[in-house]
């Protein structure tokens, strides 16, 4: 039976954690694989994820950065003799031993950002630029070593077939699914109800988000028409650009328009996507857009990026802006706002774009691709 260990030491929150989750609650032990999973100690609702999935939780390798770094040099290569595994399988972007003895490779490519030099230049020097060129050499040598490398949308192997060239494994084109919750009608929740009608961007607030744009862009909807509609944005707020964000609202008085709500439950976000009057994504640097997936599902008008991947994974069922236009925002924004049958026909074209993202095929062909990795078929 082939041994796949799978490495989510750096599953600690966010999309990490809902990749690997959607993988192992849709494992369905394909090709009578053996899975072991090692994840972080303090992600104690895994342990009942799937019970087909063996866990190893090692405590030092939980403490931080610098313990996981070490454990994974020192233990897992004997680990992974000890289990006899056939692949060794990081989900989250990075080979993390190169000691793999004769077991074969898998790496998922997660982050785009590192390879993207023109968003990489919208953040301040200083930590966070340095950071992201420490990512980009350390994922580029993952990339070109590993025997198979999941892409998870076709924008992200054409930038990696371009920056890299010739890479040693095969690749495969594996996108995101999208809980089928996202999907499921929710109930008008108190949390949304105190807003009353409203638009809506879910995203953490970071440069390449372009919450300042959307901003403006509000203003001068507010400018132009007498607008009762607030402006919501709901996504993690513990960044510098925050800060400009919040003093932009200030500056153009609209602390009454617009509600920085911050992070929200995972389990309320279909709710509040669902009762939106328009949701915006306006991210200029994506490799699989998950939010945007959400939205879709949700039934409403998209108003999308049309950076891609956006128009991959859209395609005809969203009207498309610059995100770095708050003039263009504001059009049709406008034009949305004012036309109740045009946000009716693009709701549901944005309802049956999402049916074709659904976790049971993301995973059944990612366990089928490290499966057949493992026989080295």
Sequence with gaps: MPTVVIDGLSALQGGGQVYLRSLFEHFKGQDDIRLIAILPFSVQDFLNCNPQIEIISPAFASRSIAHRLLWSKTVLPRLLRKCQADVLFCPGGFLSTKDTGHCKTAVTFQN?????????RRFPLGYTRARLRLLRRIQAASFCRADL???????????????????HGDAVVIPHGLNDHFRTPAPLSALVNQFGEY?????????????????????????????????LLVGP????????????????KLDDRVVLLGNIPYADLPAVYQHAKVNIFASSCENCPNILLE??????PVLCSDYQPMPEFAGNAVRYFDPYNPEQLAEKLIDLLDDSALRTDLGLRARARSERFHWTDTADKTWNALAALARGN
């Excluded at 800060?243 to 500056?251: G, K, M, P, S, Y």
Aim: glycine residues 4%; hydrophobic residues 45%; contains cysteine.
């Design 237 to 252: 707020m513990d960044t510098q650009y925050a800060n400009r964000v919040r003093a932009l609202i200030q500056e153009l």
């Design 112 to 120: 785009m950002l590192p390879f993207s030099p023109e968003e990489c």
């Design 199 to 231: 638009v809506l961007y879910v995203s953490i607030l970071d440069p390449y988000k372009a919450q300042l744009e959307v901003v403006r862009a509000w203003h001068g909807v507010c400018y132009r028409r007498s607008t009762s509609e607030k402006l």
């Design 295 to 300: 939205a879709l599902a949700a039934g409403r």
């Design 149 to 167: 490398l999941i892409f998870i949308s076709l924008y992200a192997k054409s930038v990696i077939d371009l920056t890299l060239g010739k890479r």
